[in-house]
């Protein structure tokens, strides 16, 4: 930018300001304004990349010394991880706000992402990827005295997410960016994430996650936006002075503000950098001085504890009613916060309110956003003075709904009461939706009462509910499902009488992706260049079908054998991995058999380990001499978190540590079979563990799982699945082919005929399931009283999750995976089918479907 000074210009008043605080109109005679050379320098500097290493270091250099205060003789890997990071962040902002201008430029319709998750991981490594310039910020850092590598672990991931739900949001924001579509995601900004994942004597011990302990380099501060956020209080009739009509008002008894902070999400091989805004809770004042004077020291900040407790955790634990009514506050909070700055920047444009839908599209990723349809509805009515009928149709053209489950018990509620007390306003206007839309309803179906009180809001139990999906589905013009069957299902079971009400028309599908740039580029680099090396370039990683192409070198005895080295050396990254975090020795020439996701009755890990308790008896009742011949060596790797309130699936994690226990110190089984649970399993560790699979195991109730898109991560890294007729599993059977998947299990369509069986009492359980539950109780793994309420949930009390029913036929998968495995040179084969015929799972693919589908939104460019 040499010569370049234009102190007094518009363009450097333009940057005093925020972006978004012009108007269309104004952008454009700042524009004019401006001479043609000095707006063309402006946009060199701009877009200037880093050219050769000194350009990077000269930087890297400077916030050593300036921003980190330091000297580089006293520089270690932390500095060099903050130090790196800023340098690359400040070329992204750069890239942001130019972004930024052109949306606001080209009045661009804005998708806006609402999700509770984001589980973004690390940012470092993600960036320098997606902007190219990985090999010269390695060479740089050398040059510097720093290994990339070291740097890159430095960084904790990101505390803002724990399982799929998170994980989906994080690939969609990155695949808007590199789809160049104009979108926001908003979130909060968790002070200690979920939790971090102890293992204590077998036991989950949950502890705070510190991932901000060091601060976060790659956010971007935004003190001066601080919106104050009500709770509680009361409702009252006023006049409107403007209208002469009497119109509500809300006065709330409680206030928090919502301090934004900034994430910029850059796109792969595009300019294009979009947004992610997460929100901090802060008390409207910290410190009561006077309270402190009178020696009440605890109560002087009590106010900053209770506002600050709303971000302090993703999901406070709520078996208790304070912990129910922080989660309502913490949803409200977000929601809030977002639709106010959502509808700030709708308002500098100046246009009617009947067009906000043509300017705004907001997606809900499941149900914890469904406040957002009330609040809105509320601004419009109460603050903007807009008619019932016509802000209602500006919400629901608005929204747009993604169901996650079709288990009824897993639909979010909320006690009247409770809601009542925190939200008496939007309980008001939740009445009046729910009036209006019952009205219509009966008008349509005049004798179906049952479908009436079905279709309601209200549910009309002891104590009453608010059902949050009811109003989801009702507030938005589209629901979708996540896989093909989940939305068949969710048509003929959770949502059978909207679909009635409604038309199938208002229902769509939308089946999930996973972004190649992370889970192929990031995670296995080392297959990703073996592709390119076939393919001649990189552009499979933003257009996905072309992958196929590498089909044709299946027959191709070296390119088989390139791939099996690849897949080696994943197998022993991960056991190094292992032994670091669990001491367990592993061999990486064992077939690595891997179940890693969120612990839970339905997901069943406790299918996996009775199955590897049933092989772990197998081998032992095996004559010493002939083992080795009967079984296949083995490594079992388990990982997840379990909720903290979650009783079962805690027992699921103990029995698991306490199998691997016994089995592990067995000599007698020796390296035929090994079992390792993966304390504290997250996205960094995911990169690590999912281009190491032989099988993974996606092994749900058929049914029950929407989608799943750790099966897809596992596939696209070579890995093959032994999995149930369920989410995603069933699409990538049709992508890969059937001998490509091990599938087992009863189907969707039989389960709730053997669940009405199971409560008549008819459970049939097989011989080999006895037998592990005999040695469960026999005390192998440690006192029965510690599973005890595992294996009655399958023996007495209904086996809801078919385990005794799927037992057998998950044996028999396995029995057949063995004998495929030791034919290796075929194995090689069908993983590179798998990732051959993987594109349809691009996370690209989903936006783009959403964007034409759902959200009407196009792409916006600088080439456009």
């Avoid at 939200?423 to 179906?445: A, G």
């Avoid at 992958?547 to 299946?554: A, H, N, R």
């Avoid at 001499?625 to 805690?650: C, H």
Wanted: charged share 25%; net charge negative; proline share 4%.
């Amino acid at each position: 930018m040499s010569g370049f000074q234009t102190p007094a210009s518009p363009r450097r008043r333009f940057h005093k300001r925020s972006m978004t605080g012009f108007t269309p109109t104004e952008i454009k005679a700042i524009d004019q304004s401006i001479p043609i050379k000095a707006r063309e320098a402006w946009t060199r500097y701009a877009v200037k990349e880093f050219a050769t290493p000194d350009d990077l270091e000269s930087l890297f250099i400077n916030h050593v010394e300036t921003t980190l205060a330091r000297s580089m003789y006293n520089c270690d890997n932390l500095a060099a991880y903050s130090a790196l990071s800023s340098s690359i962040r400040d070329k992204l902002i750069l890239h942001w706000n130019k972004t930024q201008q052109l949306h606001t430029l080209r009045e661009a319709k804005r998708i806006y992402y609402l999700s509770l998750e984001f589980l973004m991981g690390r940012a470092l490594d993600n960036a320098m990827i997606n902007l190219g310039i990985k090999e010269l910020c390695g060479k740089s850092v050398d040059e510097l005295g720093f290994n990339l590598e070291d740097v890159i672990d430095i960084e904790p991931d990101a505390g803002l997410g724990n399982g799929g739900l998170g994980r989906l949001a994080a690939c969609f924001v990155d695949s808007l960016s590199t789809c160049n579509y104009p979108g926001w995601g908003y979130g909060l900004r968790y002070n200690y994430g979920i939790f971090s994942q102890k293992i204590v004597d077998g036991y989950q011990v949950e502890a705070p996650d510190y991932w901000l302990k060091y601060g976060n380099p790659w956010e971007i501060p935004r003190l001066e936006i601080q919106i104050p956020v009500d709770f509680y209080g009361y409702v009252t009739t006023v006049t409107d002075p403007k209208t002469g009509k009497a119109k509500k008002q809300w006065q709330g008894g409680e206030q928090v503000l919502a301090v934004a902070y900034d994430f910029p999400v850059p796109g792969y091989h595009t300019t294009n950098v979009n947004n992610l805004r997460l929100w901090s809770s802060k008390p409207t004042s910290e410190f009561d001085f006077q309270k402190f004077n009178e020696g009440e020291y605890d109560s002087s900040v009590q106010q900053q504890q209770r506002a600050e407790s709303i971000t302090a955790v993703l999901y406070p634990n709520d078996n208790f009613y304070q912990g129910k009514e922080l989660r309502l506050k913490q949803q409200y909070f977000w929601v809030a916060a977002s639709l106010h700055d959502i509808v700030r920047r709708f308002l500098k444009t100046k246009k009617k309110w009947s067009e906000f839908p043509d300017l705004v599209a907001i997606q809900l990723n499941d149900t914890h956003p469904t406040l957002a349809i009330v609040e809105l509805q509320r601004i419009l009515v109460d603050l903007e003075g807009l008619e019932w009928d016509d802000a209602w149709d500006i919400v629901t053209r608005t929204f747009g709904y993604t169901n996650h489950t079709v288990m009824q018990e897993a639909l979010e509620k909320w006690p009247l009461e409770l809601f009542g007390n925190l939200l008496p306003r939007h309980l008001e206007i939740i009445y009046l939706i729910n009036m209006d839309f019952l009205k219509t309803v009966s008008k349509k179906f005049p004798q179906d009462r049952e479908l009436v009180r079905n279709v309601s809001i209200i549910e009309e139990s002891d104590p009453k509910n608010i059902r949050m999906a009811n109003l989801a589905v009702i507030g938005s013009h589209k629901v979708n499902g996540v896989a093909e069957l989940h939305s068949e299902l969710i048509k003929t079971t959770i949502f059978k009488d909207f679909v009635k009400v409604f038309g199938p028309e208002k229902f769509t599908n939308v089946t999930n992706g996973i972004t190649p740039r992370r889970w192929l580029k990031q995670a296995n680099p080392e297959l990703t260049d073996l592709i390119v090396s076939k393919l001649g370039s990189d552009l499979f990683l933003v257009d996905t079908v072309r992958m196929k192409q590498i089909e044709k070198f299946v027959g191709d005895p070296e390119f088989r054998k390139s791939w099996a080295l690849i897949k080696l050396h994943n197998k022993e990254r991960l056991a190094k991995l292992i032994k670091k975090l669990t001491g367990v020795v592993v061999n990486p020439h064992n077939l690595f058999d891997i179940q890693v996701k969120r612990i839970h009755e339905y997901k069943r890990q406790q299918l996996n380990i009775f199955g590897i308790i049933w092989r772990y008896l197998q081998i032992k009742a095996t004559p010493a001499g002939e083992r080795a011949k009967k079984f296949m060596p083995k490594v079992s790797i388990l990982g997840g978190k379990a909720a903290p309130g979650y009783y079962a699936a805690k027992k699921i994690i103990k029995l698991i540590n306490s199998v691997a226990d016994v089995i592990n110190n067995d000599k007698d089984v020796g390296d035929l079979l090994k079992v390792v649970f993966v304390p504290d399993y997250n996205v960094s560790k995911a990169e690590v563990i999912c281009p190491a699979s032989d099988i993974s195991e996606h092994i749900s109730t058929a049914g029950t799982e929407a989608s799943g898109t750790s099966n897809m991560k596992f596939v696209l890294n070579g890995g093959l699945i032994i999995g149930t007729v369920d989410g995603a599993n069933v699409e990538i059977t049709r992508e890969v082919g059937e001998d490509q998947i091990f599938l087992f299990g009863n189907l969707a369509e039989d389960v709730e005929e053997l669940r009405q069986d199971h409560q008549m009492g008819k459970i049939d359980i097989p011989d080999s399931l006895a037998l592990v539950f005999e040695e469960i109780e026999k005390g192998t793994f440690g006192p029965y009283d510690e599973y005890r309420s595992l294996i009655e949930s399958v023996k007495y009390n209904g086996d809801f999750y078919l385990v005794s029913d799927d037992f057998e036929s998950y044996l028999e998968a396995q029995s057949t995976i063995d004998k495929e495995f030791k034919d290796q040179d075929n194995w090689v084969r069908k993983s590179i089918i798998c990732v051959a015929n993987m594109g349809f799972f691009s996370s690209d693919r989903a936006i783009q479907e959403y964007a034409e589908n759902i959200w009407n939104i196009e792409p916006v460019s600088e080439q456009v």
